[in-house]
């Protein structure tokens, strides 16, 4: 048991309600903003579902991130935050601004909440997203030192992710006055569903296979990290002294096209795999490369498999 109160934004989310979870296991109060107190019920039951019993350390508020309201109070007594929210659709918007405009303002507004309250560590969620759309991927290695370029035509997710990372580090430069930052890019985020919180990843790349309305793989290559080291390295980046002002890829070795995560399905798991379409494998040219050995050298963060990732995946949605 320790005193520090840590704020998790998005409490309803697969990375936050995980990250709730794990920072209530290690005996951290924690305070979680939520769009609506309606929304409170949900993550009890997810988080009965994780195995807590005891909610005497958990305090909900409501708080938007296109809003000021409820700011202040959610950051009353806190150590650290963890920006966990941020818009994710499932098809891409019409106007991009719907996706930037949060996700950009809704960082600056936690970082300005966060400086105010003399916090002393934000940890960002951004996505690889914001790493490793603007460079041609032959022949390259990406790492935490590879950004995105905003200026050329993107879809309105990547785009709005890396808008509101570098706004992030923007305002800890100019006015961030002794609040650190750190920042998790993660791939495709997948592992076990508790309650019923769920993502739109593992919507679209395990229960889109498992069913069969995904029937093509696309010239396209995801990473792969588990939920569960997702909110690990969350945890290790708040408290580890060499983190602040660093960014770190979260992603398990390899990554993985549609036709694979089919074929690991219906290897591993062909009880579940009998709707699975049949799928043309992905050329080898749209594999990328991608790093996860700053986080394991900086942090000591041990990922789980990809594989592993996914089959906890199907595992849950069969529970």
Known sequence: MNNQIVLVTGGTGFVGIHCILQLLQKGFSVNTTIRSLAKKESIIVALKDGGIDDFSRLSFYEADLTNDA????????????????????AQNPTDENELIIPARDGALRVLKAAKNASVKRVVLTSSFAAVGYSINPKDHIFTEDDWTDANVPLPAYIKSKTLAEK?????????GKG???????????FGPVIGDISSASLDIAVKGILNGTTTESPNFTMGVVDVRDVATIHILAMEHPKAAGERFIASADGVMSFYDVAELFKKERPEQAENIATMQPTAQDFYIEMTNQKAKTVLGWQPKSKEEALLASVDSLKK
């Open 70 to 89: 409820g700011w202040t109070e959610a950051m009353t007594g806190v150590s650290y935050v963890l920006h966990v929210a941020s818009p994710f659709p």
């Open 179 to 189: 609040l650190e930052l750190t920042v998790i890019n993660p791939v495709g985020i």
């Open 167 to 175: 706004a992030a580090w923007d305002f800890i430069e100019n006015e």
